[in-house]
Nanobody, 123 residues
């Protein structure tokens, strides 16, 4: 049974930092590309960051480039999203997703999704 469980969300002031984690099980994590997406209130879910199966390649949305860092620990079956210099517009539910293929920014190409973790950035 595939499971993706996000954690690490919360309330933070603008300029602060959070690190999200996504623990994966039920599939071969080291062969799977991972992505982070987010959905703000009243908006569609959007791409944030993605990482290749071996962690060697990462790709970011322009809105988070230079502030967020995606990484993974294949020994722990976990992917992370380090979020620095947070802004109120980063407020959203953050989802991790898994894809049995090359890394991608396209939501439709992801096979499995977590339930999400709320991130709220106050001004």
């Amino acid at each position: 049974q595939v499971q993706l469980v996000e954690s690490g969300g919360g309330l933070v002031q603008a300029g602060g930092s959070l690190r999200l984690s996504c623990a994966a099980s039920g599939f071969t994590f080291s062969l799977t590309s991972m992505g982070w997406f987010r959905q703000a209130p009243g908006k569609e879910r959007e791409f944030v960051a993605t990482i290749s199966s071996n962690g060697g390649t990462t790709y970011y949305a322009d809105s988070v480039k230079g502030r967020f860092t995606i990484s993974r620990d294949n020994a722990k079956n976990t992917v992370y999203l380090q979020m620095n210099s947070l802004k109120p517009e980063d407020t959203a539910v953050y989802y991790c997703a898994a894809r049995a293929g090359a890394y991608s920014s396209r939501q439709s190409q992801y096979n499995y999704w977590g339930q999400g973790t709320q991130v709220t950035v106050s001004s």
